[in-house]
Nanobody
Framework: QVQLVESGGGLVQAGGSLRLSCAASRSIFSFNAMDWYRQAPGKQRELVARINSGSTTTYADSVKGRFTISRDNDKNTVYLQMNRLKPEDTAVYYC?????????WGQGTQVTVSS
């Protein structure tokens, strides 16, 4: 079991930056990957970025070059640095990981980008 708590969302103008944090209730070292997903109103939840235990990262095409995912195993925290934000980045952002039997999700944090 692990609890994930996101923070750092908010309202920002287009072109601005935000850093999201995902704090885990226990060590994240044992998880193969930590993810950030997002869900915009009326749309399906989509994978935004993933970082695996070896710190290899993957990104959705829509955020490549603008977003950076990182992890601090000592702090049990995963980050998503979001730069050059666009109105289409507006969504609820969720932290996710998968254990042996279960998927774990945070409660989400709202990101709103105004034009």
């Amino acid at each position: 079991q692990v609890q994930l708590v996101e923070s750092g969302g908010g309202l920002v103008q287009a072109g601005g930056s935000l850093r999201l944090s995902c704090a885990a209730s226990r060590s994240i070292f044992s998880f193969n990957a930590m993810d950030w997903y997002r869900q915009a109103p009326g749309k399906q939840r989509e994978l935004v970025a993933r970082i695996n235990s070896g710190s290899t990262t993957t990104y959705a095409d829509s955020v490549k070059g603008r977003f950076t995912i990182s992890r601090d195993n000592d702090k049990n925290t995963v980050y998503l640095q979001m730069n050059r934000l666009k109105p289409e980045d507006t969504a609820v952002y969720y932290c996710h990981t998968r254990g042996l039997l279960n998927d774990y999700w945070g409660q989400g944090t709202q990101v709103t980008v105004s034009s």
